[in-house]
């Protein structure tokens, strides 16, 4: 009989080898999002993570997985340096470098998890296997989470966003993406127990536990979480499919703001028309006839526009400063400004010592401030009704609870972003894609504008009403319904999630003590 021993701990004949198997166990996880979809892969590639843990040198068995997750997952990076004519070269050393040190996150997880199994088992081998199982999901989500804000965060590729086009969608609402990524990764583990001691009892229990998840989540997109609005109203996403390359030129200002405005004379007849991140290409103190302009259109047709836009000010001390914002014209009123700056392409750390290495660091919109923290909501006025447009500039609609904070007191979620970085790379679908999880876990309709795609309408419940597809100039429509009421997840957020987790892993640290 196999004992739970000899079926969790990689074979020690592996050696040197079992790096560039975790390396490639890391990268498959990368087929189970968009584009590909295949959302197994995630599980094929937890379950190698889980096979994997207990062996030898924990940390560089994590690094070389989360190295290979991440270059796979996130190779977009390369696309974003070379949108700026680095060399390759040096754009592939930088993209490696990066998604190596970002792997190391990786290789920290593992080195928890076995340290916890290691002490567990020293105190009774019995509990210390099956606490090994235990671990597993524990850690798995307590280190998504920890991606989501360390170091700025890097909200990308959690397991959870993998399921949207499933039954397991379903548990978005009640738990949001990371309760979604637990549930895939206690049925990794709880695989991995009924394969260790194999015996009926354990088959059927996975098999139970495999059909509650994906019954209880066909199950749980029957429920309405949210009230609809009784009348739907019609919104329009432009996309302009601007060369990132010249988009900054002087000479392109007028054009690029007479081709935005052009679509939206034509969709006048519309409820709602948003324009891209940074869609009037200068700041605000300059661009005053187009914004008046664009406020008469709106007034006249009582239509809401929204755009984005720099806003410049200078503070108290003279200092001049940038936002990345969108402001509310016509029927919308308000402006929205970022809060959560991306690396190197609105800030460089370290500014003093790289800024002017290379051109990378020297990107038009990298010297951007973050918005305050607390800001007052765009709003939109329709019939007689004000209504709350929740904003998500960019990158941040990749953040779970930054979303739902902004998402709670408002009827609709817009994003506007600019993914001309990506190029042709798999990073604009993953980042719809993303959107689309925000939209079913927070029961909000998300309209969501970019400069060259893609561009989409998607109601509350995650379906794609209207696409743009990448480099092409388009104006996409559709009807969207606003929703009130609260979605579980977004009523309790995440951190009940997070608390269990740290108790577990404090009980772990607990019941490993030495005695006597």
């Known amino acids: ?38 959302w197994p892969f995630m599980l094929i ?45 040096l754009a592939v050393a930088m ?18 998890h076995h340290w916890l199994f290691n002490r567990l088992k020293q105190v009774k081998e019995d509990s210390g296997q099956h606490m090994h199982f235990a671990l597993f999901p524990v850690t ?23 399921v949207t086009d499933t039954w397991i969608a379903g548990w978005l609402p009640l738990g949001g993406v990371f309760a979604t ?20 009892l354990r088959s059927v229990f996975v098999a139970l536990f495999a059909a509650g998840v994906l019954l209880g989540g066909l199950g749980l997109q029957q429920l309405t979480w949210v009230k609809a609005a009784d009348n739907p109203l019609a919104v329009v996403a432009l996309q302009g499919n601007i060369d990132q390359r010249t988009k900054w030129n002087l000479e392109n200002i007028l054009p690029t703001y007479e081709l ?29 006839p ?39 014209l016509g029927q919308a009123q308000g402006e929205f400004h970022k809060t959560r700056m991306v690396p190197f392409g609105e800030y460089v750390p370290l500014e003093s010592l790289i800024r002017g290495l290379i051109d990378f660091f020297n990107l038009p919109m990298s010297s951007i401030s973050p918005g305050p923290s607390q800001q007052e909501a765009i709003t939109w006025q329709h019939q007689g009704e004000t209504l709350v447009v929740g904003t998500a500039i960019c990158y941040e609609i990749a953040y779970p609870n930054l979303v739902r904070q902004r998402a709670t007191d408002s009827q609709v979620l817009i994003t506007v972003s600019n993914d001309s970085w990506f190029g042709g790379s798999i990073g604009p679908h993953q980042h719809l894609q993303i959107a689309r999880v925000r939209a079913i876990a927070n029961g ?29 100039q388009s104006a996409i429509r559709a009807e969207v319904y606003p929703t009130t009421g609260q979605t579980p997840y977004n009523r309790f957020g995440h951190s009940w999630l997070m608390l269990l987790g740290l108790l577990m892993l404090s009980y772990a640290w607990w019941r490993g003590r030495p005695t006597g």
Not at 24 to 38: E, N, R
Not at 59 to 88: C, E, Q, R
Not at 140 to 162: H, I, K, M
Not at 264 to 286: G, V
């Open 444 to 472: 909000r309709p998300v309209i969501r504008a970019t400069q060259d795609g893609m561009s989409a309408i998607v109601d509350h419940q995650g379906n794609v009403q209207a696409l743009a597809e990448k480099f092409v």
């Open 181 to 200: 990524s637990a549930l895939l990764a206690i049925a990794v583990a709880l695989a991995g127990w009924a394969w260790a001691g194999p015996s009926v």
């Open 95 to 112: 993209t490696t470098l990066f998604c190596v040190a970002v792997g190391l996150l990786f290789g920290l997880q593992f080195k928890l």
């Open 1 to 38: 009989m196999k004992t739970m021993l000899s079926m969790t701990l990689p074979a020690q004949s592996l050696t040197w080898a079992k790096y560039p198997f975790a390396l490639v166990g890391g990268a498959s996880a990368t087929l189970a999002f968009a584009p590909f979809g295949w």
């Open 290 to 328: 187009f914004v008046d302009e664009l406020n008469q259109i709106g007034q006249d047709s009582q239509t809401a526009i929204l755009s984005g836009i720099l806003t410049d000010v200078r503070d108290e001390d003279g200092r001049f400063r940038v936002w990345n914002s969108v402001i509310g």
């Open 260 to 288: 935005y405005r052009d679509f939206t004379l034509e969709h006048t007849d519309a409820d709602l028309i948003l324009w891209p991140e940074a869609a009037i290409t200068t700041f605000t103190s300059q661009a005053i």
């Open 140 to 162: 798995w989500v307590l280190f998504e989470w920890l991606r989501s804000w360390l170091f700025t965060g890097l909200p990308w590729l959690y397991a959870g966003t993998a």
């Open 45 to 89: 590639s937890m379950a190698i993570a889980l096979w994997l843990l207990p062996g030898s040198r924990p940390f560089l068995t994590g690094w070389s997985f989360g190295s290979g997750f991440f270059l796979a997952g996130i190779s977009w990076v390369y696309s974003s340096m070379k949108v700026v004519d680095t060399p390759t070269p």
